[in-house]
């Protein structure tokens, strides 16, 4: 077994090896931070909905939607348009487009997160995310699979369609994980003035609160977007209390059911 899956790693580009490795690298970094440095003192590597989250959400459900995303949608809609043979980005230094890509997808889920917020259909969507009682650095995975494909093929269309090097989609992805990371992790941190413009756990923990901040704090890697639209908060009380005051399903199936009930009470 631990053969396959070494020939399977060995199979791919220098680039997307890199990208697995830094992802594992900074998880187990974040495990060990989260030991060190925490923020809710009593929380434990293996909280509840810990496998779920890491096998099902993770690893399962980001590869399958990653081949529909790639090889289905957005290969689809590059085919009827024929877009990316002009190679727009082809010239492009790779560091300059990571930074576009990142400012530029960062403000759309900025808008698209409110958004989610404020309208009961998306809120379906996106409430699994919002259903763990603990958050930490794998919490942010659990996200619904239809909010993932919206978001991802948007994420990750422009720079296929722009003639972008493959480099990009994989530098782009790894940057998204290890943020993602990063803003749920379970770290007692004060980055001061910083927290203005780059978003960290201070403020995303506060918007996976019970509480009103829930509605607060939309940004994802640029808190500059919160304190420019004024849905910037971070009070003083310590976030202690996560998740949803209604009743959510702790299986992976019934999460993406759930989604779908009646709005009937």
């Known amino acids: 077994m631990l053969e396959k899956i070494s020939n399977i790693f060995f199979t791919l580009s220098t680039y997307e090896r890199f990208s697995y490795s830094f992802i594992f690298g ?3 970094l974040f495990i060990i931070l989260e030991r060190l440095f925490p923020y809710n003192k009593d929380q434990k590597i293996l909280r509840e909905g810990f496998f779920n989250d890491l096998a099902l959400y993770t690893i399962a459900q980001s590869y399958i939607l990653g081949i529909i995303i790639f090889t289905l949608i957005i290969k689809t809609i590059d085919a009827s348009t024929g877009l990316s043979r002009f190679h727009l980005f082809a010239e492009v230094p790779i560091w300059i487009q990571l930074i576009f890509f990142t400012i530029t997808h960062d403000l759309y889920i900025y808008w698209m997160h409110r958004w989610q917020h404020s309208n009961k ?19 942010g995975s659990r996200s619904h699979a239809f909010e993932i494909l919206i978001n991802q093929t948007i994420e ?23 943020w993602g990371m990063y803003i749920h992790s379970n ?22 609160t019970t509480s009103k901040g829930r509605n607060r704090n939309f940004a994802t890697k640029f808190a500059i977007w919160d304190w420019i639209f004024g ?5 003083e009380e310590k976030a202690n209390e996560y998740g949803l005051k209604i009743f ?18």
């Open 121 to 139: 259909y998306l809120w379906r969507l996106h409430e699994a995310h919002h259903s763990p009682k603990k958050v930490d650095w794998l919490s």
């Open 26 to 28: 900074a998880a187990l």
């Open 231 to 235: 849905t910037a908060f971070l009070p």
């Open 248 to 265: 959510f399903p702790n299986n992976f199936f019934r999460q993406f059911v759930f989604a779908f009930r009646s709005f009937k009470k």
């Open 156 to 178: 990750f269309l422009p720079i296929v369609l722009l003639g972008s090097p493959p480099e990009v989609i994989a530098y782009k992805g790894v940057i998204s994980a290890v």
């Open 187 to 208: 770290l007692n941190i004060h980055s001061g003035v910083l927290q203005k413009i780059i978003n960290g756990p201070e403020m995303h923990r506060i918007h996976h």
